[in-house]
Every structure is written in structure tokens, then in C-alpha cells.
């Protein structure tokens, strides 16, 4: 159990266009799911806080206009990156929290994003 | 600021050996600790979570906590190379339900 699936594994686009990333729990309903950034060799970056029926949390110096979210039922969030930028290519990284197993957060197996 | 500090290595030992990775983090009303591993180019993976201080073991990993001490570790016995990874420290606490993160270390199994 506890499986969170990520589409698409991975995207490349042109500058300026904007890219959606959905993030599934496919066996457990998730109020809660995480979106997180990783460039090459750093650190997990958690970006925001996606709650179902309600407005996303989102980190110091990360643009809620830039990266839309919208955790629309208990088991989908997606998250767009609008109008992207190479600066914007990363590898996203969704997690979704079991509240049975004490917070245990599942991570998703991540979208590896290229802007050209 | 809540931290979590873990040293980025890499710690290297040899196949068969125990190897042992160390996290400490400074809020002391963290309740909950993870340990994941993160393979290269793909996402992280949960590996064991502990609440209680004292140890807790599953298979080849014992977490160890002390909350006095501010201190948490995983131990992996029989290290095998496949076991080379960057191992992530989670630390949740009271002040809602993100993870806060170490930067990892990275664990290298020499054959």
C-alpha cells in the first residue's frame, strides 16, 4: 500500500509554455500532498503545502502565480509550472501524507522537467 | 529555523561491514523521524520511521533515537553495495505536517 504515482516522469518543453504535473495517491485518500524541487546534487526543496478543498501553502520564494496548484479530490494534486523558463528545469517531486501510519509522508517518483 | 543536520559524506565502507549515518536537528519538539534513501536520479523512499526514543529495527536497519540528545541514526547491517544511496533525515514536528529535510549522506558499499 501507499503507492503515489507522478505523470509525466518526464517533460521537455519550449520557454514560455506551461506545464501541468499531476501527482496520484492510488490507494490511500491523501488530504495533504507536498511538492518539492531538486537541482542536481542538492537538497529536497519542499515548494508548498497542497490541501484538499483548499488554497496551497507555499514556501518563502516560491511564486504561487508562477506554480499552480489545485488539489481538486483526495487522491489527485497537480501542480503547473506556468510560462517556464530554463532556470525552471528541475526534477519535482510529490509526496502525499498517511494520516494511519503517524504522518508517514510516500513520495512519488518524480517529473523530470527540461526548458529549453 | 528548524534544522536537521546530517553530514554529506560520502562515508564509504566496505560489503558486509555496518554502517552508521547520523542526524541531529534542533527543534526539540520534533515527535517524528524518518529515514530515506534517495538512489540517484529517482525520488526518495521511505526506509523507517521512529517515534519513541530507544531503537527500532527492521531487517538490516535499526533507527536509533534520543530525544534528549536531539540525536537520530540508522544503522545497516551486512552493508551491500546496493545499499549506495544518499540517505535523507526527515524530522517532523509539532508546527504542522511538512518534513523538514537534511541534505542527506552519501553512503558508498565498496565490494
Known amino acids: 500500500g501507499a503507492v503515489v504515482s507522478q505523470h509525466p516522469s518526464r517533460v521537455i518543453c519550449k520557454s514560455g509554455t506551461s506545464v501541468k504535473i499531476e501527482c496520484r495517491s492510488l490507494?490511500?485518500?491523501?488530504?495533504?500532498m507536498f511538492w518539492y524541487r531538486q537541482f542536481p546534487k542538492q537538497s529536497l526543496m519542499l515548494m508548498a503545502t497542497s490541501n484538499e478543498g483548499s488554497k496551497a501553502t507555499y514556501e518563502q520564494g516560491v511564486e504561487k502565480d508562477k506554480f499552480l496548484i489545485n488539489h481538486a479530490s483526495l487522491t489527485l494534486s497537480t501542480l503547473t509550472v506556468t510560462s517556464a523558463h530554463p532556470e525552471d528545469s528541475s526534477f519535482y517531486i510529490c509526496?502525499?501524507?498517511?494520516?494511519?501510519?503517524?504522518?508517514?509522508?510516500?513520495f512519488g517518483p518524480g517529473t523530470r522537467l527540461l526548458v529549453l | 529555523q528548524k534544522e536537521v543536520e546530517q553530514n554529506s559524506g560520502p562515508l564509504s565502507v566496505p560489503e558486509g561491514a555496518i554502517a552508521s549515518l547520523n542526524c541531529t536537528y534542533s527543534?526539540?519538539?520534533?515527535?517524528?523521524f524518518f529515514w530515506y534513501r534517495q538512489y540517484s536520479g529517482k525520488s526518495p523512499e521511505l526506509i523507517m520511521f521512529i517515534y519513541s526514543n530507544g531503537d527500532k529495527e527492521d531487517g538490516r536497519f535499526t533507527a536509533q533515537l534520543n530525544k534528549a540528545s536531539q540525536y537520530v541514526s540508522l544503522l545497516i547491517r551486512d552493508s551491500q553495495p546496493s545499499d549506495s544511496a544518499t540517505y535523507l533525515c526527515?524530522?517532523?514536528?509539532?508546527?504542522?505536517?511538512?518534513?523538514?529535510f537534511g541534505k542527506g549522506t552519501s553512503l558508498l558499499v565498496t565490494p
Open positions: 527543534d526539540r519538539g520534533s515527535q517524528s
Open positions: 509526496s502525499a501524507r498517511l494520516t494511519r501510519n503517524q504522518e508517514t509522508q510516500y
Open positions: 526527515a524530522v517532523n514536528s509539532n508546527s504542522g505536517y511538512a518534513l523538514n
Open positions: 490507494d490511500f485518500q491523501a488530504t495533504t
